[in-house]
Every structure is written in structure tokens, then in C-alpha cells.
């Protein structure tokens, strides 16, 4: 079956450093991408939408300046947190979709002390 | 009114049990996912439907469109089982490209 890789599965940054976080499709070519952020019990947040080759879409309220997504292949794309601060610890999820079926990363989950 | 509502929102089963999870949608839909999550765990793709019923194992997922309806089946539920199950509804119909709508997941805790 697809299969969605991440790395790192977890990170710990300083304040203030930045953080890139890779999200692969192992086995199949994903038409778009997505990041998702997801908060102590709760549901998982959509933060953007990427298709290879050009600009991710951000949803309302996401800063695209400090979440910058790069999608440079088919297979590849990264979400770096830029000047990270401790609120910006949570777990990361990417997508993969691929016809009708999105296929997810096991996440990411990151802390800034 | 959230657009996708799961029930119940929480589910506490003794092991064997039969389990019925249920998710209701009000907008037009390509398809419906359920995903599992388990505590501090990453998501797993459990089921994608567009229409019918689908079984894996123990699990089956059943759709009904006109009623904008899916439920989730656990057979013989196992401690294992344990975890958050989430209904997620990809909006419209452009396929892969859609956005996901999340339901706010149904915990289930399964006592041996």
C-alpha cells in the first residue's frame, strides 16, 4: 500500500532557531500535499495545501512567512518553522493525496524550548 | 453546526463487544476517510469510501450517501483497539486535491 514518511518523528529546537520537517511519498507520486497541526485532544488543523512546483496554498490564519512549505517534487515536501517559538510546539501531520485517497504521515512532533 | 459530527464522542467497551461509531455530514462529499489514532501516535488510514461498505479484519465501514451517513464497525473489540477514531470528509469533488473536513474524533477505550 502508499506509504507517507516524515522525518524527524520528533525534534526538540531552541527559541528563536528554525526547523525543517520532510514529508515523502515512498511508493507513488502525490498530486498534493498537505500540513496539518494538531493540538493536545483536539482535531487536526489544516495549515496548508501544496502541489509540486507551486506556491502551497495557506489557510486562514496560518503565516506563511514563518511556516514555509516547499513541495520541489512529486515525492517531496518540507514545512520549516522559521524563528520557532515555544508555542509552536505541537505535532505535525502531512498528506499525501493520490486520486480519491489521502494517505498520512505518522507526524512529527515537535518542541521548542 | 459543525459540518461533520461524529457520536458519541466518547465510548468505553469491555473486550468482545461490538462497537458502532457513527459520522454525519451536511455537504457534498467525494469521499468519506476514517482514520485511527492512537495515544502520541500518528494517523492511520483505516477506510476511504464513495459509496457501500468496506471490511478489513474486524473493522467494517458502511456509507449511505442520500442519508449523508457512515458508520464505523468494530467486531470483537480488543484493548488494541483503543484509540481516537476520526471521520474525515473530503469536500466537493475534485478528488485527492480536496480539502479534508474533520470530524472532532470518537475515543474508544476498550477494558479487558
Known amino acids: 500500500g502508499a506509504v507517507v514518511s516524515q522525518h524527524p518523528s520528533w525534534v526538540i529546537c531552541k527559541s528563536g532557531t528554525s526547523v525543517k520537517i520532510e514529508c515523502r511519498s515512498l511508493?507513488?507520486?502525490?498530486?498534493?500535499m498537505f500540513w496539518y497541526r494538531q493540538f493536545p485532544k483536539q482535531s487536526l488543523m489544516l495549515m496548508a495545501t501544496s502541489n509540486e512546483g507551486s506556491k502551497a496554498t495557506y489557510e486562514q490564519g496560518v503565516e506563511k512567512d514563518k511556516f514555509l512549505i516547499n513541495h520541489a517534487s512529486l515525492t517531496l515536501s518540507t514545512l520549516t518553522v522559521t524563528s520557532a517559538h515555544p508555542e509552536d510546539s505541537s505535532f505535525y501531520i502531512c498528506?499525501?493525496?493520490?486520486?480519491?485517497?489521502?494517505?498520512f504521515g505518522p507526524g512529527t512532533r515537535l518542541t521548542v524550548t | 453546526k459543525n459540518e461533520v459530527e461524529q457520536s458519541p464522542q466518547n465510548l468505553t467497551a469491555q473486550e468482545g463487544e461490538f462497537i458502532t461509531i457513527n459520522c454525519s455530514y451536511s455537504v457534498g462529499i467525494s469521499a468519506l476517510h476514517w482514520l485511527q489514532q492512537h495515544p502520541g501516535g500518528g494517523i492511520v488510514s483505516l477506510f476511504m469510501l464513495s459509496s457501500g461498505k468496506k471490511k478489513h479484519g474486524r473493522l467494517i465501514a458502511t456509507i449511505n450517501i442520500q442519508e449523508k451517513h457512515s458508520s464505523l464497525h468494530i467486531t470483537a473489540s480488543h484493548p488494541r483497539d483503543s484509540a481516537v477514531y476520526i471521520c474525515a470528509v473530503s469536500e466537493g469533488y475534485g478528488g485527492a486535491t480536496n480539502k479534508l473536513i474533520f470530524g472532532t474524533g470518537t475515543l474508544l477505550a476498550v477494558q479487558p
Open positions: 498528506s499525501a493525496g493520490m486520486f480519491y485517497e489521502q494517505y
Open positions: 511508493d507513488f507520486q502525490a498530486t498534493t
